[in-house]
């Protein structure tokens, strides 16, 4: 299994960007994924989540700014980040929580990507 982001970078105040995640391996192509953030200092957050019937979800702080949004042909998710702000800035991670049934029940697997990089700084 492997997760890789892109699109991260340096943008200034009120800029867009947009992150790639592409995924391979033991995912379906319409697994639910998601992006989280770290800020330097902080903890992991939860930013947007897309589930396999393109269900979306937003944490406040993001809301009508990001859209997530996924290519089930190329395995790939987006997130789309315009009017950014300095808050903002953190190494943005993809989620992919498998889950697969086992003897004992259901049993939730998370692979992670390494995450890149956005700095939004005037």
């Known amino acids: 299994v492997q997760l890789v982001e892109s699109g991260g970078g340096v943008v200034r105040p009120g800029g867009s960007l947009r992150l790639s995640c592409a995924f391979s391996?033991?995912?379906?192509?319409?697994?639910?994924m998601e992006w989280h953030r770290q800020a330097p200092g902080g903890g992991r957050e939860l930013v947007a989540a897309?589930?396999?019937?393109?269900?979306?979800h937003y944490a406040e702080a993001v809301k009508g700014r990001f859209t997530v949004s996924r290519d089930n042909a190329e395995n790939t998710v987006y997130l789309q980040m315009n009017s950014l702000k300095p808050e903002d800035t953190a190494v943005y991670y993809c989620?992919?929580?498998?889950?697969?049934?086992?003897?004992?029940?259901?049993?939730?697997?998370?692979?992670w990507g390494k995450g890149t990089l956005v700095t939004v700084s005037s």
């Open positions: 897309i589930g396999s019937d393109d269900t979306t």
């Open positions: 391996g033991r995912i379906a192509s319409d697994n639910p």
């Open positions: 989620h992919a929580p498998v889950t697969v049934v086992t003897i004992e029940g259901p049993n939730v697997l998370h692979y």
